[in-house]
């Protein structure tokens, strides 16, 4: 396991997203055109889901187990994954950004100002920013490392804002 992992729900949020992964590679169509409809409204809102979400909640409730359900569903419509040996120790959802701003035939202003929004986004309208996130990158076929998310996402709404400032140096912390 790599070493960028920090949260103690790693074991769960690691076996989760290889669940998911496991779906792609068995070529389970309908288990991720279930999982793609969680797109369509608020996480959790989607009953085809419960069945590969549920069985991985634990105790969680509310936003922690709100963020299964957007993962799935984000997984479900990209399921292109950070490869497990990359040199990014944090590859979190602002190095997927910047790797996007270098993309070729996109606008780095456009990236940056989308990027700006969703760190600014309050929780409870995350869901609908993540998406829009999620469809930018699928564009390019920029990779997100779904474990890292979701552990990132769990605390979103914390008053330090430690996930934001984290995404941002990922994004901006280029040394010139």
């Keep these: 396991m790599s070493q960028r992992y920090g949260s103690v729900h790693v074991g769960r949020d690691r076996a989760f997203v290889v669940r998911l992964q496991r779906l792609v ?6 288990a991720l055109a279930m999982l793609r409809r969680g797109l369509r409204g ?3 809102n989607e009953p085809a889901m ?3 979400v549920v069985p991985w909640l634990g105790d969680e409730k509310g936003w922690r187990e709100d963020v299964y359900y957007l993962v799935a569903s984000m997984f479900a419509f990209h399921p292109t994954s950070w490869p497990e040996d990359s040199d990014d120790k944090d590859p979190n959802l602002g190095a997927s950004f910047a790797r996007l ?3 070729d035939g996109g606008s780095v202003e456009a990236v940056e100002r989308r990027f700006t929004v969703l760190l600014s986004t309050h929780q409870e309208d995350l869901h609908a920013q993540l998406r829009h ?3 930018l990158l699928k564009s390019k076929d920029v990779p997100v490392d779904w474990v890292l998310l979701l552990s990132d996402l769990r605390w979103w709404g914390n008053d330090d804002r430690s996930v934001q400032r984290r995404w941002a140096k990922a994004f901006w912390g280029q040394t010139p």
């Design 50 to 52: 419960h069945k590969y």
């Design 25 to 30: 590679t068995e070529d389970d169509r309908g």
């Design 133 to 135: 996130a999620v469809s």
């Design 42 to 44: 608020a996480p959790g």
């Design 101 to 103: 701003s270098r993309s």
